[in-house]
């Protein structure tokens, strides 16, 4: 089988490493990828970006199937792009896209099917937003209605924070069109978690869950990122907790899908917050996440080749999902700087004798030398029977990676 994987980042490194594994499958094709990709067995990066260039391509190459990493793409609709044209791909329509692209289509589906999420109120005009907060109690959280890389939320402390996070979205419009539309929320305090769920249109089949790092700095402090690090299963989670995410967020989550006619082949991720052993839905995302993607796959047993057929072929009912024992750990090194600005092109260097599984985001390659080429820069990933045994091999690891503006957490 060819396979082809739409998106640039560490989550399509770790989706085109892991088909890779598969005997099944012949070419991995990443678009555009990265130069770090392409080092892999059976992988080939192309340099091309647009939803035209990638189908004409599928056409012309005989690709079996597409699987769709990155959120742009289908918020831009290549899922029906490619169905117009009789391709096989994974992924949500454009319409079904809005649980991600749209912060306010979310919201209110969450209201109209009861999935347990923070009180909200939505806001088109700058003095309304402005009038409301003024009369609010703090903190408060304000959300771009559109898609803005993680940087689009603002937790306000004060009614000044309010003013300001406001001003920029909605009159400097500094995510454009995303931020003209702004969702404004109860602020929640607890413990985030990342819940995943294959779909194939019909059927859906849970497939873990994941604790990410959103904030860049130590104790979770700082501003939101794209993401530092991530552990699989999460070690909060229990079964009694899962318990209650079923019934009060996945059960609901998918009859609404099913009678609005939103189910879709590929994946759900249901960003939770968990307060006081009650979870609340903070967004849906609908494709796997970065880093999650890393932990997840590094630890998923199963040939993850079977996975995608089984979606395309509407039966993830049946799937048998394994997954290795313990904890798969994954830890982000970024340039520091990161999510602001950040230098280009350092050279990145490698110790020979490093064991973990390293995956790229921003890299590209300078004759035979990496340089870094982004924020997020690699993750490093291992397993192990203990979280305690994951987390020292990756830290230790982490130590014989080397770019001059190196940046990672240390209390992961
Ligand atoms: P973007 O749209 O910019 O890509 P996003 O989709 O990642 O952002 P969210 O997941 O809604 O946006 O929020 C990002 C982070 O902000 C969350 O992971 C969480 O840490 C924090 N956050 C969001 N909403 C709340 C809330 N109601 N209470 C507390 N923290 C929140």
């Given at each position: 089988m060819k396979v082809l994987v739409v998106g640039k980042g560490g989550r399509e490194h770790t989706i085109a490493w892991k088909l890779s594994q598969s005997k099944d499958i012949e070419k991995v094709f990443v678009a555009?990828?990265?130069?770090?990709?392409?080092?892999?067995?059976k992988c080939e990066c192309l340099k091309i970006e647009s939803i035209k260039e990638i189908l004409n391509f599928v056409k012309n190459n005989n690709i079996d199937i597409t699987i769709v990493g990155s959120e742009e793409y289908l918020a831009n609709g290549i899922v029906d792009k490619f169905e117009e044209s009789n391709l096989k791909i994974i992924g949500p329509s454009q319409n079904a896209a809005q649980l991600e692209s749209s912060k306010i289509f979310a919201k209110s589906f969450m209201k109209r099917h009861n999935v347990q999420t923070a009180s909200f109120n939505t806001f088109i005009e700058l003095k309304d937003a402005l009038e409301y907060s003024k009369k609010a109690s703090y903190p408060l959280v304000i959300k771009a209605d559109?898609?803005?890389?993680?940087?689009?939320?603002f937790i306000c402390n004060s009614y000044k924070d309010s003013t300001q996070a406001l001003n920029e979205l909605m009159k400097e419009e500094k995510f454009g069109e995303a931020g003209r539309k702004i969702v404004v929320e109860e602020y929640l305090k607890g413990f985030e978690a990342s819940v995943f769920l294959l779909m194939d249109g019909r059927n859906y089949k849970f497939f873990n869950v994941s604790k990410d790092h959103k904030?860049?700095?130590?104790?979770?402090?700082g501003p939101n990122t794209g993401g530092m690090g991530a552990i699989?299963?999460?070690?909060?989670?229990d079964e009694k907790l899962t318990k209650i995410i079923f019934q009060k967020i996945i059960n609901p989550t998918i009859k609404g899908l099913e009678e609005e006619g939103l189910l879709y082949k590929g994946f759900l991720y249901i960003g939770l917050i968990i307060e006081n052993d009650e979870p609340f839905v903070l967004e849906y995302n609908v494709r796997l996440g970065d880093p999650e993607a890393q932990s997840m796959l590094y630890l998923l047993k199963s040939d993850f080749s079977d996975i995608i057929n089984d979606i395309e072929e509407e039966r993830v009912n049946t799937t048998n999902i394994e997954f290795y024992d313990g904890f798969s750990f994954c830890l982000v090194l970024s340039s520091e700087g990161y999510p602001f600005s950040y230098a280009k092109g350092e050279r990145i260097t490698i110790k020979p004798e490093i064991t973990s599984k390293i995956f790229y985001s921003g890299v590209k390659k300078d004759g035979e030398d990496l340089l870094t080429n982004g924020g997020r820069v690699l993750s490093i990933v291992n397993k192990a029977n203990t979280l305690e045994e994951a987390r020292n091999i990756v830290y230790e690891e982490a130590e014989k990676i080397h770019f001059k503006s190196k940046y990672y957490r240390k209390d992961l």
């Open positions: 555009p990828g990265n130069d770090g990709i392409s080092i892999e067995n559109g898609l803005a890389a993680g940087k689009g939320v904030k860049l700095l130590e104790k979770d402090q699989t299963p999460h070690p909060d989670v």
